[in-house]
């Protein structure tokens, strides 16, 4: 029981300082549309390294993408690498999972530039060595996330998820505004400055978010929703199961994922297709047999009119020759 607790300890440290890394982040390069003015992340400790492509030094962030590739390469340096040997396979999945969140919400807020994934991937990350290069205390941290996770690199966990380009901007938005209410729970309840009505506010907006994200009907709930949707859900009951110790009475649940009216359309068509099919395997088996049986009783009628044919061609020869 005690190492359950210390674990559980562990992890509620780790998401922690992951909060606090995403909100140093945002502090200092907001998350809003029109930000290019409230922008300085020169306040962020060793992130002008990654303005780089890391094969030259002293580059400068010059355009926005370049500074969203900044805090990308920040974050998975602060979240996972320099943390990695104290992380859980789910930890390390969870907060690959928040920093995707990140990276795609604020993509999506450039509408005037290249602001898909994958042609980010193409001008920003599959030729940029920072992203091959995972080092903690001078060890190579790649080969924790090969022999635990199957990824080769950062980069190879980009490439892997590209699946977040396909979940709408809406919602990316919803979930993205979902962990940032987690983030302050999380931060607050830390700091020990986190009142029960505070709690109940932050939770009931989380809980909106996931009854608005069932609500759309038209969103496709590929693999990548369901994992963020996943992650978000054990994160949000771990924080209830643990304040509920305290005196802070009901306290919201999150809904269940819905399936989408597509999905469901889709099924309801298999299955009648399938039930025409076996109609059709019945009806076809039933007109096989009986031709199978009208051939056999075919056979046998010709047979036999062959054998009373032989046998009156054999009379008449007798008669003939008497």
Known sequence: MIKTKCLYCIYMLNIYEVCENFGIVIQNYTDKINNSEECDIKNIPGIEEYCSDGKLEGTECKIELDIINAGCLWLFEQNIANRIDNLTNEQVNAFIIYIMIWLNYMLNLKKDEKNNLSDFYEEH???????????????????????????????????????????????????????KLLCKIHTEYNENNLECTKYLEYANKIVDKFKELNGNSSVTRNTSYSQVWSTLSTDYDNLKNKYNGTNCMNIPSLPSIKRTQNHIQSSGVTSSSLSIVNKLIIALSIFGAIAFFLGISYKRKDKKYKEENESIIYDSKRVTNS
């Open 125 to 179: 990350i599959k030729n940029n060595s920072h992203y091959t290069i995972c080092t903690n205390d001078d060890n190579d941290c790649n080969s924790t996330l090969k022999n635990n996770l199957g990824y080769e690199n950062f980069k190879d966990v980009i490439f892997k998820n590209m699946d977040f380009s396909n979940i709408d901007f809406e919602d990316i938005s919803k979930f993205y505004e979902a962990f």
